[in-house]
C-alpha cells in the first residue's frame, strides 16, 4: 500500500496523514470548498475537491471519493470515524473498486452497526446483555409486557441508532405508548430505519469501553478500558485511560468479553466494544463501534501503540506484531474534547472566526486539531475543535496537568468546553472516581451561573438555524468567509 486516500476532514484526517507519512505512504486528501484551506489538505501530498460545504454533497459521497481515488491511483482508503467509517456499502464498493478499505469488512460493519444483530451475534459467547427484547419490537401490547416483566424504568432504543437518536427514557406505563411512537419517528428520520426495541433502564451507569485491534490471521487483542461516562445528549466530552474503577481482575474480564465480541463477528482492524455498568460493577454489552474511535489517543499513550499504523498494517495483510500477554498499562491519560459549544447555554454549538488560536505546551500534553488563527469555524461539520490530551504516570498527576493545560489553552472568538473541563475535573465527584453517565445533571446544570432558560436556549438554537440557512442554503460558501490571508495558510505555502 503505498497511497491512500483520507475520505474525511480536521484532525482525524490530519492525524491519519502524520501516521502514514511516517511509514512512507502517500496521502491524498479530500475536502469540501468551505474546507479548501484546512491544515489537512496542505498537508496531504494531493488534494481532491469533492463538493460544495453541506457533507451529504461532499464527505458523504462514497462514489465520488471512490471516482476520484482510482484517477489517482489510490492503493487503499482510510475512513477516520463519521461520515462513511461505518457504512457497509462504502466499505463493499472501495474492495469492489480493488483498493483496500482501511477498515472491517462489510459483514462486520453490518453485523455490529444494527443493535439487533449485534446482540445476536455474542449471545453464544456467553457476554452480558442488558435484559429486554431481542428483537424489534412488534407491536405496543409487546412493549407493555415486556416492561413489566424487567420492572421501569426502561429504555427504548433504535435497532439502527447511536448518539441518542430514537432513544426514549420511559419511567410509568402510561407513557410507554406514546414514547414508542416519539421513537419510531425519530429513528425513521435519523437512519430510515424505524425499529426499536426495549431494555432495562440502568439509572447510575458507567460508560467503559475496550479497545480491541485483530488481524486476518485470527488474532485478537484488548488494548485496556477507557472511562467514558461524562457525557452531554449521549456523547462524550472527557475520556480517561484505565478507569479509576477497574480493578485488574474486571479489566481482565472486561477484555475477555471485548474479545469475544470481536470474533463474533469476523472483526478485523481497530474497533471498540462499548460497556454499559451498574453501581455493583456488573457490566453489560452495549455496542461495537467498527472505527476508530475520537478517544483513541489515551489508549495511545497508555500502551504506547500507534492504532492508525496497526490499522494500516492489518490492511496490508500483516500480523500483529504483539500478543496480549506483551501489553501493559503505564501511567494514566486524559482527553477533552475542546468543541465550539457554550457550557453555560446547554452545550448549543457557537459558530465564529478564531481570533485567538494558542495551544497549551509542554511535558505530557498532546492536542490533536486542524485549526489555525484566523480560521472560520463551519456550521457544517460537528462542533469538536481539538482534542486535549495529557499523560502522566498516575491519575492524580494527570487531573493537574489537564488543569494547567486548559488554563494555558488560548481560544478567543467562539465560546468551548475548555471551561467545563476545568469544572468538571476540579470536582469532587471526578477526583474520587464516584461519578457516572448524569454527572452533568446531577452537578454542572445545579450551578447557578448554569441555569439556563428554555426560551433562551430555544431561541439561540433558531438563530443558529437562519445563520445556516443564509449562507446560500447550505450550498456555497462566500469568499468572505474564507481568511485567504492568514498567516498561517501563507506560511504553509511558502
Known amino acids: 500500500m503505498n497511497k491512500i486516500l483520507i475520505a474525511n476532514r480536521g484532525e482525524i484526517a490530519l492525524r491519519i496523514i502524520r501516521t502514514a507519512k511516517e511509514m512512507g505512504i502517500q496521502t491524498v486528501a479530500i475536502y469540501s470548498e468551505v474546507d479548501r484551506l484546512a491544515p489537512h489538505v496542505c498537508f496531504a501530498d494531493e488534494a481532491i475537491c469533492i463538493g460544495p460545504a453541506p457533507s451529504s454533497q461532499s464527505y458523504l459521497l462514497g462514489d465520488k471519493i471512490i471516482e476520484e481515488a482510482k484517477k489517482l491511483n489510490v492503493d487503499g482508503i482510510h475512513p477516520g470515524y463519521g461520515f462513511l467509517s461505518e457504512n457497509a456499502s462504502f466499505a463493499e464498493a472501495v474492495t469492489k473498486a480493488k483498493m483496500t478499505f482501511i477498515g472491517p469488512s462489510a459483514d462486520s460493519i453490518n453485523t455490529m452497526g444494527n443493535k439487533l444483530l449485534a446482540k445476536k451475534a455474542v449471545m453464544d459467547y456467553n457476554i452480558p446483555l442488558v435484559p429486554g427484547t431481542e428483537e424489534a419490537l412488534k407491536n405496543i401490547e409487546e412493549a407493555i409486557r415486556v416492561s413489566k416483566e424487567i420492572g421501569f424504568p426502561i429504555l427504548i432504543k433504535a435497532a439502527a441508532g447511536g448518539g441518542g437518536k430514537g432513544m426514549r427514557i420511559v419511567k410509568e406505563e402510561k407513557d410507554l405508548e406514546e414514547q414508542v411512537q416519539m421513537a419510531i419517528g425519530e429513528a425513521k428520520s435519523a437512519f430510515g430505519d424505524g425499529r426499536v426495541f426495549i431494555e432495562k433502564y440502568l439509572e447510575s451507569p458507567r460508560h467503559i469501553e475496550v479497545q480491541v485491534l485483530a488481524d486476518n490471521h485470527g488474532n485478537t487483542v484488548h488494548l485496556f478500558e477507557r472511562e467514558c461516562s461524562i457525557q452531554r445528549r449521549h456523547q462524550k466530552l472527557i475520556e480517561e485511560a484505565p478507569s479509576v474503577i477497574v480493578d485488574e481482575d474486571l479489566r481482565e474480564e472486561l477484555g475477555k468479553c471485548a474479545v469475544q465480541v470481536a470474533k463474533a463477528c469476523n472483526y478485523s482492524g481497530a474497533g471498540t466494544v462499548e460497556f454499559i455498568m451498574d453501581t455493583d460493577k456488573r457490566f453489560y454489552f452495549l455496542e461495537m463501534n467498527t472505527r476508530l474511535q475520537v478517544e483513541h489517543p489515551v489508549t495511545e499513550l497508555i500502551t504506547g501503540i500507534d492504532l492508525v499504523r496497526e490499522q494500516i498494517e492489518v490492511a496490508r495483510n500483516k500480523k500483529l506484531g504483539f500478543k496480549q500477554e506483551d501489553l501493559s498499562i503505564n501511567g494514566h491519560a486524559i482527553e477533552l474534547r475542546v468543541c465550539a459549544e457554550d457550557p453555560n447555554n446547554n452545550f448549543l454549538p457557537d459558530i465564529g472566526k478564531l481570533k485567538v488560536y494558542n495551544?497549551?505546551?509542554?511535558?505530557?500534553?498532546?492536542?490533536?486539531?486542524?485549526?489555525?488563527?484566523?480560521?472560520?469555524?463551519?456550521?457544517?461539520?460537528d462542533p469538536m475543535l481539538a482534542k486535549l490530551i495529557v499523560y502522566a504516570e498516575n491519575r492524580n498527576t494527570a487531573i493537574d496537568r489537564?488543569?494547567?493545560?486548559?488554563?494555558?489553552?488560548n481560544i478567543q472568538g467562539v465560546k468551548t468546553t475548555l471551561p467545563f473541563g476545568t469544572f468538571a475535573l476540579k470536582h469532587d465527584a471526578f477526583i474520587s472516581g464516584n461519578f457516572d453517565t448524569h454527572f452533568i445533571d446531577?452537578?454542572?446544570?445545579?450551578?447557578?451561573?448554569?441555569?439556563?432558560?428554555?426560551?433562551?436556549?430555544?431561541?439561540?438554537a433558531l438563530a443558529a438555524l437562519l445563520f445556516a440557512r443564509e449562507s446560500k442554503n447550505l450550498d456555497e460558501v462566500t469568499e468572505k468567509n474564507i481568511n485567504t490571508n492568514s498567516s498561517w495558510y501563507k506560511s504553509r505555502k511558502q
Open 359 to 381: 495551544r497549551p505546551h509542554g511535558p505530557g500534553i498532546r492536542v490533536d486539531d486542524s485549526m489555525y488563527p484566523g480560521m472560520d469555524i463551519p456550521i457544517y461539520y
Open 402 to 409: 489537564m488543569l494547567r493545560a486548559i488554563e494555558e489553552y
Open 442 to 460: 446531577k452537578y454542572f446544570s445545579s450551578l447557578d451561573n448554569n441555569n439556563i432558560d428554555e426560551e433562551e436556549s430555544k431561541i439561540a
